[in-house]
Nanobody, 127 residues
Framework: QVQLVESGGGLVQAGGSLRLSCAASGRTFSNYAMGWFRQAPGKEREFVAAISGSGSSTYYGDAVTGRFAISRDGAKNTVNLQMDSLKPEDTAVYYC????????????????????WGQGTQVTVSS
């Protein structure tokens, strides 16, 4: 059974940094793209970043390009999101997701492209 568990969320001041991690278990993940999404109260789930199974290809949402960096550790079955220069508008619940629909697929931004999701971790950025 696939399980994704996020960690690393918390409260930070604007301009600060946080590092989120997602630990995956239940199958081999190196063949599949993984992504991070976020959802603020009253808003739709938003694409943040995604990475291919090999880690060689990454893709970022416009709101975070240049501030966030996604990476993965195949040996540890983890995917990380380094978040720098955080802004109050980054406040949301952040979700890790796995796309097993395509083997060796490129990272994608659509919520519907991902078939496994973690339970989320709260990130709050104060002004």
């Amino acid at each position: 059974q696939v399980q994704l568990v996020e960690s690393g969320g918390g409260l930070v001041q604007a301009g600060g940094s946080l590092r989120l991690s997602c630990a995956a278990s239940g199958r081999t993940f190196s063949n599949y793209a993984m992504g991070w999404f976020r959802q603020a109260p009253g808003k739709e789930r938003e694409f943040v970043a995604a990475i291919s199974g090999s880690g060689s290809s990454t893709y970022y949402g416009d709101a975070v390009t240049g501030r966030f960096a996604i990476s993965r550790d195949g040996a540890k079955n983890t995917v990380n999101l380094q978040m720098d220069s955080l802004k109050p508008e980054d406040t949301a619940v952040y979700y890790c997701a796995l796309d097993t629909n395509r083997v060796y697929g490129l990272p994608r931004a659509g919520v519907g492209s991902y078939d496994y999701w973690g339970q989320g971790t709260q990130v709050t950025v104060s002004s």
